[in-house]
């Protein structure tokens, strides 16, 4: 059973064309949920970590939001170089984090 | 990656044999860990370590084992690899002192069993 869900699997969209990015998790007792950033042949790097329902953080050009069943990645006027995939993970112990398998952003010059 | 580092990049070895990925970091991180990446799976958990000779499993841990004698490295072996362990595998690392305990994790090997 899939702990941790995204959609969508891919995206593209025109530069400066917002949209939007979801997770969703069915783990109870969430302790954080991680936004991370993947460029091909790299490893993911970390955005941001949100703990409580209502919660935002932003940088640059993204925003997350978490409620109580999911969280969103908003990405406000996006530039070619934002291109990438997008991973979300959870961690409901503390030690063990279940990721889902990434939104492919392509953002068309 | 500053502060993390992970050898080889690149692995390609025959059934059967036994294989180690090493990962190195320079942080003084208590805990570290193995992932391994697919495709229509993402990031799975193969073995953590929350400091040296401390490790446990994770949810793909069949057919692995590691070792941590030092704070800076974890080693991860494949006994005795199979087709099926052809990934790419990822190191990571965390501190968690901060609020924000996202991992750091390596460049990644790309290992393929032939």
């Known amino acids: 059973e899939d702990q941790v869900t995204q959609s969508p699997e891919a995206l593209r969209l025109q530069e400066g064309e917002s949209s939007s990015l979801n997770c969703s998790y069915t783990v109870s007792g969430l302790r954080g949920l991680f936004w991370y950033r993947q460029d091909p042949g790299k490893g993911p790097e970390f955005l941001f970590t949100l703990y409580s329902a209502g919660e935002e953080k932003e940088k640059e050009r993204l925003k997350a939001t978490l409620t109580k069943k999911e969280s969103f990645l908003h990405i406000t006027a996006p530039k070619p170089e934002d291109s990438a995939t997008y991973l979300c993970?959870?961690?409901?112990?503390?030690?063990?984090?279940?990721f889902g398998t990434g939104t492919s952003l392509t953002v068309i010059p | 990656d500053a502060g993390i580092t992970q050898s080889p990049r690149h692995k390609v070895t025959e059934t059967g044999t036994p294989v180690t990925l090493r990962c190195h970091q320079t942080e003084n991180h208590r805990y570290m860990y193995w992932y391994r990446q697919d495709p229509g799976h993402g990031l799975r958990l193969i073995h953590y370590?929350?400091?040296?000779?401390?490790?446990d499993k994770g949810e793909v841990s069949d057919g692995y084992s590691v070792s941590r004698s030092k704070t800076e490295d974890f080693l991860l072996t494949l006994e005795s690899a199979t087709s099926s362990q052809t990934s790419v595998y990822f190191c990571?690392?965390?501190?968690?002192?901060?609020?924000?305990?996202?991992?750091?994790f390596g460049s990644g090997t790309r290992l393929t069993v032939v």
């Open positions: 990571a690392i965390s501190d968690w002192t901060g609020r924000d305990y996202g991992y750091t």
């Open positions: 370590s929350y400091g040296v000779k401390d490790t």
């Open positions: 993970a959870v961690s409901f112990t503390g030690n063990q984090f279940y």
